[in-house]
């Protein structure tokens, strides 16, 4: 088995954090909403593109992203 690989799980936009799905060390699969963001009036659900364990959460509920910032980091 390969070792371990570290994915950023980034935001596509400028967007207020709603809320945080998941939590340090769950396991997530692909499909899995692990941040719901808002933008415009909009709650924009962030997925899972790969399965994985969750390393770190790098966001708060009320924090303002910007565009390419990391959300979630995974381990794969």
């Not at 945080?20 to 499909?31: K, M, P, S």
């Amino acid at each position: 088995m390969g070792r371990a690989q570290q994915l950023e799980i980034q935001a596509e936009m400028v967007a207020n954090v709603v809320a945080v799905v998941v939590a340090e060390g769950a396991d997530v699969a692909v499909g899995d909403t692990v941040v719901l963001l808002e933008s415009m009036k909009m709650e924009i659900p962030v997925l899972a593109e790969r399965a994985g364990r969750v390393q770190a959460v790098k966001v708060s509920p009320g924090d303002v992203v910007q565009e390419g910032e990391a959300l979630v980091v995974l381990t794969v």
